[in-house]
């Protein structure tokens, strides 16, 4: 299992996903990576968060209503039973 998940937001940022622990505490951390460009690696910028894992649950569990109200509201397709 990877240690860290990148989803692309944008032309020019990603999404980085990862577990880490500090000071005793694990933790679900999520950050914005841009793209300085002129062939540079991305860099963290200020935006994201960090929750301790006991919560992830209910990240997921919101995760899934938002994604339910955006099927209603035709955001998103309904379910075809495959992948996303």
């Not at 460009?37 to 929750?51: A, D, M, S």
């Given at each position: 299992?990877?240690?860290?998940?990148?989803?692309r937001?944008?032309?020019?940022?990603?999404?980085?996903?990862?577990?880490?622990?500090?000071?005793?505490?694990?933790?679900?951390?999520?950050r914005?990576?841009?793209?300085?460009?002129?062939?540079?690696?991305?860099c963290?910028?200020?935006?994201?968060?960090?929750?301790?894992?006991?919560?992830?649950?209910q990240l997921?569990?919101?995760?899934?209503?938002?994604?339910?109200?955006?099927?209603?509201?035709?955001?998103?397709?309904?379910?075809?039973?495959?992948?996303?």
């Amino acid at each position: 299992m990877p240690a860290e998940i990148t989803i692309r937001k944008n032309r020019t940022q990603v999404v980085r996903l990862a577990l880490a622990e500090f000071k005793g505490h694990r933790l679900l951390t999520t950050r914005v990576w841009q793209d300085p460009g002129r062939g540079e690696p991305l860099c963290p910028t200020k935006h994201g968060f960090t929750i301790n894992v006991s919560r992830l649950h209910q990240l997921i569990d919101a995760l899934n209503a938002l994604e339910q109200r955006a099927k209603a509201r035709g955001w998103l397709p309904a379910d075809t039973g495959g992948e996303r």
